[in-house]
């Protein structure tokens, strides 16, 4: 195996300590039959504010983080 030397797609910033990572995913989701399609509910509880809306304040729903590149 090769060593990891460079990183050519896209970083972005996850400013949070000790992330829970019954976040990264959150549990309501993971009862789907497929493996894919899973990126719309990444940190879902955190992108989204109460009312359903997408929360501005966090950084992965920053305009440069979304589109194809992104997760």
């Given at each position: ?9 896209q ?33 879902y ?27």
């Amino acid at each position: 195996m090769q060593p990891f030397r460079i990183h050519k797609g896209q970083v972005a910033p996850l400013d949070r300590a000790n992330v829970d990572t019954d976040q990264i995913i959150p549990k309501q989701f993971l009862k789907r039959i497929e493996r894919t399609g899973f990126g719309e509910f990444l940190f879902y509880d955190w992108r989204r504010g109460k009312n359903g809306s997408q929360d501005p304040s966090f950084s992965l729903n920053e305009a440069r983080y979304t589109g194809p590149a992104s997760l």
